[in-house]
């Protein structure tokens, strides 16, 4: 076998390491508005990936913003303090991004003080692929209420 051949089938294991996904929080249920989080991973050995977040509200504005580095598999949670304004929550570690023009994004030191706003759900890594799992809503519909037993 031929030393190029035999190098290429050794390197080939390495080309095929990085892993570039995305997914996305429909806000309001619509492709228009909504956040789409990019997770870039080098080597699948790391414990770490890059993370950056594409705030979009068509056809008014769209802007990926830079998360820096995080743990490659914990989740990034998102709340909706109001304002069209988005808390991103990755362990401890706080951003903050909004969608009426799409250039706002901050990092946040603590909480704010008047809250996080509702949990909408969270960017997780499941079966090996980026997804966003919706909150689960905490009323039930009121057909979904049993009736009293008397």
């Not at 909504?34 to 509200?57: H, K």
Request: charged share 20%; glycine share 8%.
């Amino acid at each position: 076998m031929p030393r190029k051949t035999l190098l290429s089938l050794f390197l080939l294991p390495l080309l095929l390491a990085c892993s570039d996904q995305r997914a996305a929080f429909e806000i309001g249920g619509s492709s228009q508005h909504s956040l789409t989080l990019i997770r870039i991973q080098n080597f699948f050995w790391e414990r770490s990936a890059s993370y950056s977040i594409v705030a979009t509200r068509m056809p008014e504005c769209m802007r990926r913003h830079d998360m820096g580095k995080g743990g490659a598999t914990t989740p990034i949670e998102v709340y909706a303090p109001g304002n069209d304004a988005w808390i991103l929550k990755q362990g401890r570690r706080m951003q903050v991004v909004e969608t009426r023009t799409c250039e706002g994004f901050a990092r946040l030191a603590e909480p704010p003080a008047d809250g996080m706003g509702p949990l909408q759900g969270s960017f997780e890594m499941r079966n090996g692929s980026l997804s966003f799992i919706a909150a689960a809503t905490r009323e039930a519909p009121l057909d979904a209420v049993a009736p009293a037993q008397q």
